[in-house]
């Protein structure tokens, strides 16, 4: 039978304390794993997490801080989850430059420092666990198809998932046990995506948040958006030996948006 279970590794998730972060930690945390959560508040209970730390994704020494600690606390780095990330929900007049600047650095240099970063460490780990270790990267279905009053966020989703195609089949060219792959998650009910709402109704796209809600609803196939613990549930068994034949893949969890 293919290995489900995450027992004896160690997990590092980023944007912990937001809806899909705090799903992920606690279903590692279910699944064997001792998981390490960061953000950017100084402190936060985040369940699941046997340790919270800050963390600054666009800051390279923040990065190189906090894997040094993690080396030093558990001599190892089987899992880390690109988590960390914000939506820019605004036409692309009114996008500045600043804002397009910031969600890049956030969304896609974060995946690239924290990959940077915690290379060696995985590299040493996945040399002792079947399936080597697991990066998984934090996309969306906006990473796969473009989207109106969201190109900042798209293309900074859209880069993630070549970033992670291209961290793949490289780490697999080199023979370094590390698989990486990325997730693309449909709306889902978080802060993040009522933020979008709240911008559409400002935006006058739609005339209140029920609204919005129901139209972007029903724009899955399934008729409803998705739970954060469906997302974790995915990140879990990319993250398991069950999936070590997968590296440079995205795994789509969208109730059928992209397909209707």
């Not at 974060?110 to 996945?126: E, H, I, R, Y």
């Amino acid at each position: 039978m293919p290995d489900f279970t995450l027992s004896g590794t160690v997990s590092l998730v980023s944007g912990a304390t937001g809806g899909i972060g705090r799903a992920t930690c606690l279903a590692l945390q279910q699944a064997g794993s001792i998981v390490i959560a960061s953000d950017l508040a100084e402190t936060a209970d985040v369940a699941g997490a046997a340790e919270y730390h800050r963390l600054d994704v666009t800051e390279e020494a923040s990065w190189t801080a906090l894997i040094a600690h993690i080396e030093a606390q558990h001599g190892r780095l089987d899992i880390l989850v690109n988590n960390a990330g914000i939506s820019i929900t605004d036409s692309i007049a009114d996008t500045t430059l600043a804002a397009f600047r910031r969600c890049m650095a956030i969304n896609v240099e974060g995946v690239f420092l924290g990959t940077q970063a915690a290379q060696a460490l995985l590299a040493k780990s996945g040399k002792e666990r079947k399936g080597g270790s697991s990066i998984v990267n934090l996309s969306s279905v906006g990473g796969l198809r473009g989207a109106a009053f969201m190109s900042a966020y798209c293309a900074s989703k859209g880069a993630v998932k070549l970033f992670t195609k291209s961290a793949g089949v490289e780490y697999a060219m080199l023979g370094l046990p590390i698989r990486v792959n990325s997730m693309h998650p449909g709306g889902i009910d978080t802060a993040m995506m009522d933020a979008i709402y709240s911008r559409y109704v400002e935006g006058g796209l739609f005339p209140d948040m029920e609204t919005a809600h129901a139209t972007v609803s029903a724009g899955h196939a399934m008729g409803r958006t998705g739970k954060p613990e469906e997302i974790a549930a995915g990140i879990v068994y990319l993250c398991t030996p069950a999936a070590s034949f997968m590296t440079g893949s995205e795994m789509v969890i969208d109730g059928g948006m992209t397909a209707k």
